[in-house]
């Protein structure tokens, strides 16, 4: 049987727990989190800012990980490029995740580069079936090589492949079937896609399959009236929101974070921002089922 076609192994099928409302860990804000004691539950870190050996970044994880669980958080496997996997990044994050002990660690279904190039940005992926099998073949690889099944993030996309043969949400649900992986929902990454590109996001919620989502994320964006960026550095809009509150009636209760990465507030804004999760959650589905 071909990794492409295997089937997912058993240590693949266990559901990371539910750790309730996180943020995004940030240097500028490494001294409050220690200094007090910030309504969070939970922090996710940017992998690769933690992959180098010694220095201030890995003493701060450490501290903050003696208090917080912790998620990992990539942007650099690049699991859907033709170029070979980097086994030297994947050495590193192995070597960070023995050291931190992240409850899952995760990366973007995306391709970040090729042919010795790192674009530095989330590109996406042409949904066929070449490219689902080419897919499959690496995340079997990855996790077997982590010991542990990974997580993938649908990312935001301004263009489209004419030559797809399946709606994004068939190809993540073929991927989530074939690997075990699991999935990171971005809500508004598919906000911005689908008006971006004219697709119903309900059709996208209804399409992914519910018991693989182990984490929201919320962000800002900006939008520019034809088209609408990713930017990550602004408040979740009302339209996003409302969306999260589809989200939470349709899958349940799921980890969720607040994403902010440029013109970062300072923490208690965005613990405040948290706590409109935190509060729509509970309209939603009730106190006692968003409790960590």
């Known amino acids: 049987m071909t990794a492409a076609n295997a089937s997912p192994s058993p240590r693949t099928s266990e559901r990371p727990p539910y750790l309730g409302f996180g943020l995004g860990l940030r240097p500028q804000h490494y001294q409050d989190v220690l200094d007090g004691s910030p309504n969070v539950d939970w922090f996710e ?148 896609s689908a008006f971006n590109h004219e697709f119903d996001a309900h059709a996208f919620i209804a399409g992914v399959p519910k018991e693989r989502i182990v984490q929201f994320h919320l962000a800002g964006h900006e939008h520019n009236m034809s088209h609408i960026v990713d930017t990550h550095d602004a408040i979740v809009c009302d339209e996003v929101w409302d969306l999260y509150r589809t989200a939470l009636r349709h899958f349940g209760p799921v980890s969720a974070i607040i994403e902010r990465d440029d013109h970062i507030p300072p923490l208690a804004e965005l613990v405040a921002e948290l706590d409109v999760a935190r509060k729509v959650a509970a309209e939603e589905l009730g106190q006692s089922h968003v409790a960590a």
């Not at 942007?75 to 992240?102: C, F, G, H, Q, W």
């Not at 530095?120 to 992926?125: A, N, S, Y």
């Not at 690496?138 to 492949?161: K, M, P, T, W």
């Open 45 to 192: 870190v940017v992998s690769e800012n933690y992959m180098v050996p010694g220095g201030q970044p890995l003493k701060m994880l450490d501290r903050v990980r003696a208090r917080y669980p912790i998620v990992m958080h990539g942007v650099s496997l690049s699991i859907a490029s033709t170029a070979p996997l980097n086994m030297e990044y994947l050495r590193d994050l192995k070597a960070l995740a023995r050291r931190a002990e992240p409850v899952f660690i995760s990366d973007h279904l995306c391709w970040t580069g090729v042919h010795g190039i790192n674009l530095h940005d989330l590109l996406p992926v042409p949904y066929t079936q070449e490219a689902l099998d080419h897919v499959v073949s690496r995340v079997h690889r990855v996790q077997d090589y982590l010991g542990q099944a990974i997580a993938l993030e649908n990312v935001s996309s301004y263009v489209q492949f004419s030559h797809s043969e399946m709606s994004e949400w068939e190809f993540i649900a073929e991927l989530t079937k074939r690997t075990g992986c699991w999935l990171v929902f971005d809500v508004n990454n598919v906000f911005v």
